[in-house]
Every structure is written in structure tokens, then in C-alpha cells.
């Protein structure tokens, strides 16, 4: 291994160059340049290391130098060095240097690198790049430096920038793979733009300042920021691959119209309103990225995606304002959720809703509002909500053939959707507190179902300015803990349902007797020209007959159409939440419906303009819960006849108006204000109460002389 230094104006490869006989620097040997001669790389060369020694001269060449160890600086530097063809080095340190580096080539760095204040660093031609390779330390003065060419790392290391801020002017990239680059409290200022072929990670924060700049490739960074001085021209262009798993913060800029990606945590300040045509976000395992903004966000395509049930997106306004994401399309594969009254979605234009049933608490937790002029379509599964809901304008279409439709999850929400049809509703109330739901428009759907899977459960439906209208199938679907459906919200009027169609009104489920709140409180409007059938799959009402009603407390009402009632269901009434016997239950035209067995809470008091009534060789049983009487009141003072029915512990409060068809032994003596007649042996009853008598000529006690009576 020799040292040469540098004696003369000449090529490389010339052994006059060098002062010697023969020989020039070849690998292995040490090249010291000095003094202010010109050197001229002319053919392909290599050394171990390179010293530049108060060298005012010129170095230049069209051929690449190969450096397998340092270059250094001593002394007074002031030369031009041209790197006119591909060259490489081990460590590079500017210190001392304080002439011009012309870099028309790629200059590859594989050691630590260390920039310095004081020398002039320019290109004149082709493509100037340094390459960072193999990790290290990237030195930058405490007041920052800026790199006026690209820089790109190699993957697979890790780099730390240490001393100051690094702003490069041309583009930061990286080499077939990721990269790290650490630097806690530091930045590397992006002039142009970011070409990445894997993720750039580490503490460093990336900060695109100038206007022209184009995002290609995957930040990893903790911290990314975007602060452009705004034109009327896109200042950063985003393409397909533009995507960030850190946190993004996004200051000034315009965006265009392009495509951008976020795994992190995405913060837009003083933007007044930001254009993408489509923003994905994603949550991976526990990460829960974040959306903040002081101002709205413009996407043809709003994407939030989860690739784990932990997964979460969360949309935060750093001020009290109610901002908004405008987007035509919208899919949410994870949960979407809002810092309360703070943002909500605005569907604008003509696409889809693609939501993921694959997990019910994948929701929208956040408000989102229909107001377009085109068409959207809820793409195959149930729009999964746990806020508030708007149809302003457009079609939108949802599946009104009874599949998935509107999934409310328990969380008091509004929903005013009456130009929307949907194919079906799903209302959750989970745990000890009312939930309630808020209907500022009427509701219309095919098929309606309430449930509490799989804890207990309390539902409240508000009339807020809108019904429920069902034309398909009604379900109360309860687990074992029992499901309340309520007549009496936290406010305002109770909403009713209409049932206008044909199918099942059914509750399902088990028993819980220390949970006597399960019954369907709420008011039932059945006004149709086809036919519904009552069920219940209740299995057991031997403990806890009027706690697990079919329908138990309200208003109950047959306007028109065929009800039937399976032969197992029980039909069970009271008069307030939990069983109080405070209140009334009005009831209307039940006498068409063939009830097998009627409870009547005991101590109640029944509101009806018909008694209940059995059919042919079917036999209803009206009994009350308790030995205590159940009280019925009719709506009017006419006469009633009732067949086909045994009461027992029931009063008629004007007694004698309601007649039934019945035998002897059939007259349970539990009940008052009965009046029982037959064909034989006594025919019709004699003295038999008008409608207006409150008392009769037997008196109030039961008589034996009138065996018609009781």
C-alpha cells in the first residue's frame, strides 16, 4: 500500500501527475491532493482513502472514483471538486472545505456523513444524487444545512441525523427497501418531493415546505408534516402509493385532487378546507389512528379501514367547530369514530357506502349525512351507526328487499331518513341505562328488529317528528338477561309503530326473573290489508308470567287486517316500565285477534273497547297475575259480548257490561262485574243490566236467585 500526493496538473492514471517514475493510486493505496493543481479523473480509479490538504485547485473527471475508506478535509480548502461520473467513499466530512462541490452524478456514502456551512454546492448537468448506504450518522450544523440535490437512503438500515435540520431541495428516497432514519426533536425539510420504494420510519420528522413537491411512497415517520406557502396550483401532488403511518400534520399547502394513505395520526391546522380524491385510513392491531382538523376535508373517497377489531379511526377538531369530511364514497372496514359534535360525514356526490359486517362494532361512530344529487348505494351489508343520521336529498338505495340496512348501536341517536327506504333496521340497547333513539323523521323499513344481545337491555323510541312504519317483519329479540322496549323516553312524545304490511311480530329469547323490565311498551298501530302472525319463542313463563310479556304495557291497536297468533304465545299486559301498577294499557279490537292466554298484571287497570275473545273449541284465558284483580274499563257504555273466553281475576268496572257466552262451570266466582248468559237450561238472563245501571236489583253481592250473574 502506498501514498501518493499530488505533484502536477494531470490525469489520474499519469505517474507524472503523482511526481514518481511509474505508478499513480490504485485500491489499496492513499491519494493525498494538494496544492493548486487540476486533476482529471480519467479512467475508471480507485484508492483506500482520499485527503484534501489546502488544495485550490480543480478536480474533475467523466469517470467514477472508488473510495473503500474516508474522505477528509485539513487545512484551507477552496478548490471546485466535479463528480462527473458515479463515485463512492466510505465516511465523508466537509469540515474544512470551504470551496465548490459540483455533483453531476451519484455520490454514494456507505460511512457516517458530516455537512459543514462555507462551500458552494451547485450541478451543472445530469442527475445529482447522494446516496446514503449501509446507515450512520448524517451530521448537520446546529443552524441546518440544506442539500440542494436528492438524497436517498438504502433499505434494510437505520440512519440518525444529528446536530441540526437537513432541508433537501430535490427528492428524498428510498432504495429497494425501508429505511429508518432517527433524529428526536429534528427534521429533514423536503423541498421537492418523496420517492419511496419501501416505508421511511424513525423519530425524524419530514416536513415538505415548498410548493411543486410530489408524495410518492410510504412515511413510517412519527412525524410528518406538510406547511407549504398555498397557490392556486396543487403545491404537493399525492399519487396511489402516498401514504404515512405516522402522524401527519398538515398546515398550509393545496393538495390537489390526488390519492393519499395514513396508518398514524393525521392532523390538518389552518386549512380551511383539504382536497383528496381519495384518503384511506388505517388502524393496524391496537393502533388507533386519528384525523384532527380545524377545517373541512374534501374526498371523492373517504376510506377508513381496520385490519384488526382493534382497529380504530378517530376524527378529532382541534377547535369547538363542527367540521366536515365531504366524500361521494365511503368505507369503513374498522370503526370510524368522532370526537362528539366536533365532525360528521357528509356523503355529496354519487357512489357507495361499503360498511363491514364482518364485526358489529366496526361503526360509524360519528354523524353522517345524506345530501347529494346523484345516487348511493349501501353496498351489501348493514350501515353499522352509533350517532346521528340525516337524509337531506339523492337517492339512496338500501336494499329494500329485507336485507342488511340501518344498524343503530347503542347510543342515543337521531335518525331522520324518511325519504330513504330502508330494507331493514336494527336497534341495539345494551346495559342498565335507557338508550334512546330519536326519530326526527318517520322511519320506513321493511323489516324492524330491537335486541340487547348479549347483555340486558333498554330501548326508548322518541317521536321527535317521525313514526315507525313497517311493512315487513317485526322482531324483540331478548337474551337471557331480558330486553325492555319503552313506552316513556328521557323527553317528548313516544314514537308509535305502524305495522302496514304482511308478516311476524315476534319476541325471542330467554327468561331472566330478576329482570322484570322485558315487554314491548311501546304503541302498536296494526293498519293493513295483509296479514301478521304474534309469536313467541319464550319457553318457560312459569316464574315470571308478566315480566317476559309479548307486549306489555301501551297502546295496542287493530285498525285492519288478519292477526293470528301462534298457539304457544302469550299474550301479556301492564301499565308502566317494570311492572307498576300505576297507569293504564289501552287496547282497541283485540276481540279479532284469538289470544290463547291473556295475563293482565294484577292490580292494573285495562282500557279496552272490546272484551278479548277465544274461537271455536279454543278456549282465551284472561287471568290476572296475582290473586289480586286486574281491572278492565271499556271505552263506551255499550253493551259487550265475548265468546270462547275464561277470565279469572278480572273486574269489569261497570258491572254487568260485559257479557259472556258461557256454561255454569265455567264461571269462576274470582271475577265482578260479569254477566254470563247461555242457550239452556235458563236462556237469556232475566233483569239484565243496561249498559247505563251501575248497580242492579240483586244488589252488588253475587245472589244465588240469579244464576246468570257474578
Same mark, same amino acid.
Request: aromatic residues 10%.
Given at each position: 500500500?502506498?501514498?501518493?500526493?499530488?505533484?502536477?496538473?494531470?490525469? +489520474?492514471? %499519469?505517474? %507524472?501527475?503523482?511526481?514518481?517514475?511509474?505508478?499513480?493510486?490504485?485500491?489499496?493505496?492513499?491519494?493525498?491532493?494538494?496544492?493548486?493543481?487540476?486533476?482529471?479523473?480519467?479512467?475508471?480509479?480507485?484508492?483506500?482513502?482520499? /485527503?484534501?490538504?489546502?488544495?485550490?485547485?480543480?478536480?474533475?473527471?467523466?469517470?467514477?472514483?472508488?473510495?473503500?475508506?474516508?474522505?477528509?478535509?485539513?487545512?484551507?480548502?477552496?478548490?471546485?471538486?466535479?463528480?462527473?461520473?458515479?463515485?463512492?467513499?466510505?465516511?465523508?466530512?466537509?469540515?474544512?472545505?470551504?470551496?465548490?462541490?459540483?455533483?453531476?452524478?451519484?455520490?454514494?456514502?456507505?460511512?457516517?456523513?458530516?455537512?459543514?456551512?462555507?462551500?458552494?454546492?451547485?450541478?451543472?448537468?445530469?442527475?445529482?444524487?447522494?446516496?446514503?448506504?449501509?446507515?450512520?450518522?448524517?451530521?448537520?450544523?446546529?443552524?441546518?444545512?440544506? +442539500?440542494?440535490?436528492?438524497?436517498?437512503?438504502?433499505?434494510?438500515?437505520?440512519? /440518525?441525523?444529528?446536530?441540526?435540520?437537513?432541508?433537501?431541495?430535490?427528492?428524498?428516497?428510498?432504495?429497494?427497501?425501508?429505511?429508518?432514519?432517527?433524529?428526536?426533536?429534528?427534521?429533514?425539510?423536503?423541498?421537492?418531493?418523496?420517492?419511496?420504494?419501501?416505508?421511511?420510519?424513525? /423519530?425524524?420528522?419530514?416536513?415538505?415546505?415548498?410548493?411543486?413537491?410530489? +408524495?410518492?411512497?410510504?412515511?413510517?415517520?412519527?412525524?410528518?408534516?406538510?406547511?407549504?406557502?398555498?397557490?392556486?396550483?396543487?403545491?404537493?401532488?399525492?399519487?396511489? %402509493?402516498?401514504?404515512?403511518?405516522?402522524?401527519?400534520?398538515?398546515?398550509?399547502?393545496?393538495?390537489?385532487?390526488? *390519492?393519499?394513505?395514513?396508518?398514524?395520526?393525521?392532523?390538518?391546522?389552518?386549512?380551511?378546507?383539504?382536497?383528496?380524491?381519495?384518503?384511506?385510513?388505517?388502524?393496524?392491531?391496537?393502533?388507533?389512528?386519528?384525523?384532527?382538523?380545524?377545517?373541512?376535508?374534501?374526498?371523492?373517497?373517504? =376510506?377508513?379501514?381496520?385490519?384488526?377489531?382493534?382497529?380504530?379511526?378517530?376524527?378529532?377538531?382541534?377547535?369547538? %367547530?363542527?367540521?366536515?369530511?365531504?366524500?361521494?364514497?365511503?368505507? !369503513?372496514?374498522?370503526?370510524?369514530?368522532?370526537?362528539?359534535?366536533?365532525?360528521?360525514?357528509?356523503?355529496?356526490?354519487?357512489?357507495?357506502?361499503?360498511?363491514?359486517?364482518?364485526?358489529?362494532?366496526?361503526?360509524?361512530?360519528?354523524?353522517?349525512?345524506?345530501?347529494?344529487?346523484?345516487?348511493?348505494?349501501?353496498?351489501?351489508?348493514?350501515?353499522?351507526?352509533?350517532?346521528?343520521?340525516?337524509?337531506?336529498?339523492?337517492?339512496?338505495?338500501?336494499? +329494500?328487499?329485507?336485507?342488511?340496512?340501518?344498524?343503530?348501536?347503542?347510543?342515543?341517536?337521531?335518525?331522520?331518513?324518511?325519504?330513504?327506504?330502508?330494507?331493514?333496521?336494527?336497534?341495539?340497547?345494551?346495559?342498565?341505562?335507557?338508550?334512546?333513539?330519536?326519530?326526527?323523521?318517520?322511519?320506513?323499513?321493511?323489516?324492524?328488529?330491537?335486541?340487547?344481545?348479549?347483555?340486558?337491555?333498554?330501548?326508548?323510541?322518541?317521536?321527535?317528528?317521525?313514526?315507525? !312504519?313497517?311493512?315487513?317483519?317485526?322482531?324483540?329479540?331478548?337474551?337471557?338477561?331480558?330486553?325492555?322496549?319503552?313506552? =316513556?323516553?328521557?323527553?317528548?312524545?313516544?314514537?308509535?309503530?305502524?305495522?302496514?304490511?304482511?308478516?311476524?311480530?315476534?319476541?325471542?329469547?330467554?327468561?331472566?326473573?330478576?329482570?322484570?323490565?322485558?315487554?314491548?311498551?311501546?304503541?302498536?298501530?296494526?293498519?293493513?290489508?295483509?296479514?301478521?302472525?304474534?309469536?313467541?319463542?319464550?319457553?318457560?313463563?312459569?316464574? /315470571?308470567?308478566?315480566?317476559?310479556?309479548?307486549?306489555?304495557?301501551?297502546?295496542?291497536?287493530?285498525?285492519?287486517?288478519?292477526?293470528?297468533?301462534?298457539?304457544? *304465545?302469550?299474550?301479556?299486559?301492564?301499565?308502566?316500565?317494570?311492572?307498576?301498577?300505576?297507569?293504564?294499557?289501552?287496547?282497541?279490537?283485540?276481540?279479532?285477534?284469538?289470544?290463547?292466554?291473556?295475563?293482565?298484571?294484577?292490580?292494573?287497570?285495562?282500557?279496552?273497547?272490546?272484551?278479548?275473545?277465544?274461537?271455536?273449541?279454543?278456549?282465551?284465558?284472561?287471568?290476572?297475575?296475582?290473586?289480586?284483580?286486574?281491572?278492565?274499563?271499556?271505552?263506551?257504555?255499550?253493551?259487550?259480548?265475548?265468546?270462547?273466553?275464561?277470565?279469572?281475576?278480572?273486574?269489569?268496572?261497570?258491572?254487568?257490561?260485559?257479557?259472556?257466552?258461557?256454561?255454569?262451570?265455567?264461571?269462576?266466582? *274470582?271475577?265482578?262485574?260479569?254477566? !254470563?248468559?247461555?242457550?239452556?237450561?235458563?236462556?237469556?238472563?232475566?233483569?239484565?243490566?243496561? =249498559?247505563?245501571?251501575?248497580?242492579?236489583?240483586?244488589?252488588?253481592?253475587?245472589?244465588?236467585?240469579?244464576?246468570?250473574?257474578?
Amino acid at each position: 500500500m502506498a501514498t501518493y500526493t499530488l505533484a502536477a496538473t494531470g490525469n +489520474w492514471n %499519469a505517474s %507524472a501527475t503523482w511526481g514518481t517514475a511509474s505508478g499513480f493510486p490504485i485500491a489499496g493505496d492513499t491519494a493525498i491532493i494538494t496544492g493548486a493543481f487540476n486533476l482529471t479523473v480519467n479512467v475508471a480509479s480507485a484508492c483506500t482513502t482520499v /485527503t484534501f490538504t489546502n488544495y485550490t485547485g480543480t478536480m474533475t473527471g467523466t469517470f467514477g472514483l472508488t473510495i473503500s475508506g474516508n474522505v477528509t478535509f485539513t487545512g484551507t480548502n477552496t478548490a471546485t471538486i466535479i463528480v462527473g461520473a458515479a463515485s463512492s467513499c466510505s465516511a465523508l466530512d466537509f469540515t474544512n472545505f470551504t470551496g465548490t462541490l459540483r455533483l453531476n452524478s451519484t455520490l454514494t456514502v456507505s460511512g457516517n456523513l458530516t455537512f459543514v456551512d462555507g462551500f458552494t454546492n451547485t450541478s451543472t448537468s445530469g442527475t445529482p444524487t447522494l446516496a446514503k448506504t449501509a446507515g450512520g450518522t448524517i451530521t448537520v450544523p446546529a443552524t441546518g444545512y440544506t +442539500w440542494p440535490h436528492s438524497i436517498s437512503v438504502a433499505g434494510g438500515s437505520t440512519y /440518525t441525523l444529528s446536530g441540526g435540520d437537513l432541508t433537501i431541495q430535490n427528492t428524498l428516497s428510498t432504495v429497494t427497501s425501508s429505511a429508518t432514519i432517527n433524529g428526536t426533536g429534528l427534521t429533514i425539510n423536503l423541498k421537492s418531493a418523496i420517492a419511496s420504494a419501501g416505508n421511511i420510519a424513525g /423519530t425524524i420528522k419530514i416536513k415538505f415546505t415548498i410548493s411543486g413537491g410530489q +408524495w410518492a411512497g410510504q412515511l413510517a415517520n412519527d412525524n410528518v408534516e406538510i406547511a407549504i406557502a398555498a397557490t392556486t396550483t396543487p403545491d404537493l401532488t399525492w399519487t396511489s %402509493a402516498s401514504k404515512t403511518n405516522g402522524t401527519l400534520t398538515y398546515i398550509s399547502g393545496n393538495m390537489g385532487t390526488q *390519492t393519499f394513505t395514513t396508518r398514524g395520526i393525521v392532523t390538518f391546522i389552518g386549512i380551511g378546507s383539504i382536497t383528496f380524491s381519495s384518503l384511506t385510513v388505517v388502524g393496524v392491531g391496537a393502533t388507533a389512528p386519528q384525523l384532527t382538523a380545524d377545517g373541512n376535508i374534501n374526498a371523492t373517497t373517504f =376510506t377508513a379501514t381496520a385490519l384488526s377489531i382493534n382497529g380504530v379511526t378517530t376524527l378529532i377538531s382541534s377547535t369547538a %367547530a363542527n367540521y366536515v369530511i365531504y366524500c361521494s364514497n365511503l368505507a !369503513y372496514l374498522g370503526t370510524l369514530t368522532a370526537t362528539s359534535g366536533l365532525y360528521s360525514i357528509v356523503m355529496n356526490g354519487t357512489g357507495t357506502i361499503t360498511p363491514n359486517s364482518a364485526d358489529t362494532r366496526n361503526l360509524l361512530n360519528i354523524d353522517l349525512t345524506f345530501n347529494s344529487t346523484g345516487t348511493i348505494t349501501n353496498q351489501t351489508f348493514y350501515i353499522i351507526i352509533a350517532r346521528n343520521i340525516t337524509h337531506i336529498s339523492g337517492e339512496v338505495t338500501a336494499n +329494500w328487499n329485507g336485507g342488511p340496512g340501518l344498524y343503530v348501536n347503542n347510543t342515543a341517536s337521531v335518525i331522520d331518513t324518511s325519504n330513504i327506504e330502508w330494507g331493514s333496521a336494527r336497534f341495539v340497547a345494551v346495559g342498565t341505562s335507557p338508550v334512546d333513539f330519536i326519530l326526527a323523521s318517520n322511519l320506513r323499513v321493511k323489516n324492524f328488529s330491537v335486541t340487547n344481545a348479549p347483555n340486558s337491555g333498554i330501548a326508548r323510541f322518541r317521536n321527535s317528528g317521525g313514526d315507525i !312504519y313497517v311493512s315487513g317483519n317485526i322482531s324483540f329479540e331478548n337474551s337471557n338477561a331480558g330486553l325492555a322496549v319503552l313506552a =316513556t323516553p328521557l323527553s317528548g312524545v313516544t314514537a308509535t309503530i305502524y305495522v302496514i304490511g304482511s308478516g311476524t311480530i315476534t319476541q325471542t329469547g330467554g327468561i331472566n326473573a330478576a329482570f322484570n323490565n322485558l315487554g314491548v311498551n311501546i304503541p302498536m298501530v296494526i293498519d293493513t290489508p295483509g296479514k301478521y302472525i304474534l309469536r313467541s319463542t319464550i319457553a318457560d313463563f312459569a316464574t /315470571t308470567i308478566y315480566d317476559n310479556a309479548f307486549f306489555k304495557a301501551g297502546i295496542f291497536t287493530l285498525l285492519r287486517g288478519t292477526v293470528e297468533v301462534d298457539r304457544d *304465545t302469550k299474550f301479556v299486559n301492564g301499565v308502566a316500565f317494570g311492572g307498576s301498577s300505576t297507569g293504564t294499557s289501552t287496547f282497541t279490537n283485540l276481540h279479532r285477534i284469538p289470544f290463547k292466554l291473556v295475563y293482565l298484571l294484577g292490580g292494573s287497570t285495562v282500557t279496552m273497547n272490546e272484551f278479548f275473545c277465544g274461537e271455536p273449541g279454543e278456549y282465551c284465558i284472561v287471568a290476572s297475575t296475582t290473586t289480586t284483580n286486574a281491572t278492565v274499563t271499556m271505552t263506551d257504555s255499550f253493551e259487550k259480548f265475548a265468546r270462547w273466553v275464561l277470565p279469572s281475576n278480572v273486574t269489569i268496572t261497570q258491572r254487568g257490561q260485559v257479557k259472556l257466552l258461557s256454561t255454569k262451570g265455567n264461571r269462576d266466582r *274470582t271475577n265482578i262485574g260479569f254477566s !254470563y248468559f247461555e242457550g239452556t237450561p235458563y236462556g237469556l238472563a232475566k233483569n239484565n243490566p243496561i =249498559t247505563y245501571q251501575n248497580t242492579i236489583s240483586y244488589g252488588i253481592l253475587d245472589n244465588p236467585a240469579d244464576p246468570n250473574f257474578f
